[in-house]
């Protein structure tokens, strides 16, 4: 029987993102897991002495930089990859919209695969684990499964003219194929202008059935709030235009978050997103209601929404993710990137509560906390390696690392992907 490989690697920094920071500290690996963290010396010592296991123990020292669990991605939609630098910054949210359906579907089937590999490799390459994937087609679902990046599927349900009470899987065939199977996939919504009342309770009772987390987009524009106030504006002309109008809408008369509440529509395991124009009174359930919410800044700017309010969401008691959206929206998927707009745009906020967002608490939004967001025993080592100047602040210039590409995981052979190559 061949013995186990023990891999410890050691670096100035240890950053487990569940406790102290570890000075001159290591990380112990055996096949996908970790087995212990803590100062070098002692790792090593334990190790030596057989407490780690027996097995050929490898040691790799890396150096002057920090070792961090590997980020995620709890807000991405792949099938857009394609759209890359196709699509202008806009002034408001349904003329971006617009123009990406529009811009979409000229993409030939070859063009959305080939975007899809593209995004999963960047992904991979900025130090990603596991990411939210959006789709209504569940074409990006098969090249995730052929890939190393980890993932849940958010399979996403349109339909603001769907008013049926039957079973999901009547209008959404997919998600009959794949029910029962053994994939992390869930049945998502839109959004309030996309989908109608009754397909939000459908999805909501569907989720319930199969133990599954849902996701929506939610506040992320004025005319958003305009649309559910008066049943007016750009996002009814924009119904129209897909044929998804129907007569008989009776606008709720309130905010988007509200109109969920009503709709019970609301419970720990949902991830909403954007959160640009939340009330407090919206602020105030989704915190109440355990809602966690994944930030896009980045997308947010490029659409023309504006920002989220991140000090308010904070002191709201929101349970906070990071997302890059799409390709369609932003430059590339570094989720360094994404850290770097909020720290700019809210100095006040520490940069490690950011980092937190898109390491613990995107692991416990997308429901795989036991494997990762933090350096722990037990769980997946997926680790990265970042190399840091001496004496630089930690967090400002891991930061700057991470948003330059300066990342490699580490390997029971070393380094993968070094310095984003």
């Excluded at 997926?382 to 100047?389: H, I, N």
Aim: neutral net charge.
């Amino acid at each position: 029987m061949m013995r186990p490989i023990i891999v410890i690697h050691q670096a100035r920094w240890v950053i487990p993102m569940n406790g102290w920071i570890i000075s001159q500290g290591a990380v112990a690996v055996a096949g996908d897991r970790i087995l212990a963290v803590g100062p070098a010396g002692e790792i090593r010592r334990r190790a030596s002495d057989g407490e780690l296991g027996q097995g050929e123990v490898r040691y790799y020292d890396h150096g002057q930089g920090a070792i961090m669990p590997a980020l995620i991605n709890t807000h991405t939609h792949l099938e857009f990859s394609g759209l890359r630098q196709a699509i202008p910054p806009q002034t408001n949210l349904p003329d971006w919209l617009q123009a990406a359906i529009s811009r979409f579907h000229r993409l030939t089937p070859e063009e959305i695969d080939q975007g899809v590999r593209q995004g999963i490799a960047e992904m991979r390459r900025f130090g990603v684990v596991l990411a939210g994937e959006v789709s209504n087609t569940g074409r990006s679902l098969p090249l995730l499964q052929n890939s190393p990046l980890e993932f849940h599927y958010f399979y996403e349900c349109l339909g603001f003219n769907l008013l049926s009470q039957g079973p999901l899987e009547d209008d959404f065939p997919f998600l009959n194929r794949m029910a029962g199977a053994d994939v992390p996939l869930s049945a998502a919504a839109h959004s309030p202008y996309a989908v109608s009342a009754p397909l939000f309770q459908r999805i909501s009772a569907w989720n319930r059935r199969w133990a599954r987390p849902g996701s929506v987009h939610l506040a992320e524009s004025r005319e958003e709030r305009d649309f559910l106030s008066q049943g007016d504006g750009s996002f009814r002309e924009l119904l129209i235009r897909r044929g998804r109008w129907y007569e008989g809408y009776i606008p709720p008369g309130c905010s988007a978050a509200v109109y969920l509440d009503r709709l019970g529509f609301w419970n720990e395991s949902v991830l909403a997103v954007h959160g640009v124009w939340l009330d407090p009174q919206e602020q105030e359930i989704l915190a109440r209601r355990g809602v966690w919410l994944a930030l896009c800044p980045r997308s947010n700017l490029y659409t023309g929404v504006g920002l989220p309010d991140l000090p308010a969401l904070q002191r709201a008691g929101i349970k906070l993710t990071l997302g890059t959206d799409s390709l369609a929206s932003v430059p590339d998927l570094n989720l360094f990137q994404e850290i770097k707009v909020l720290q700019g745009h809210f100095p006040e906020i520490p940069l490690p509560d950011i980092f937190l967002m898109t390491i613990g608490n995107g692991a416990a939004a997308l429901n795989r906390s036991h494997d990762f967001g933090s350096l722990t025993p037990g769980k997946k080592a997926a680790l990265l390696f970042l190399p840091l100047s001496s004496g630089a602040p930690l967090w400002p210039a891991l930061l700057e690392a991470g948003v330059q590409g300066r990342i490699s995981w580490l390997t029971q052979t070393g380094k993968e992907f070094a310095d984003g190559n």
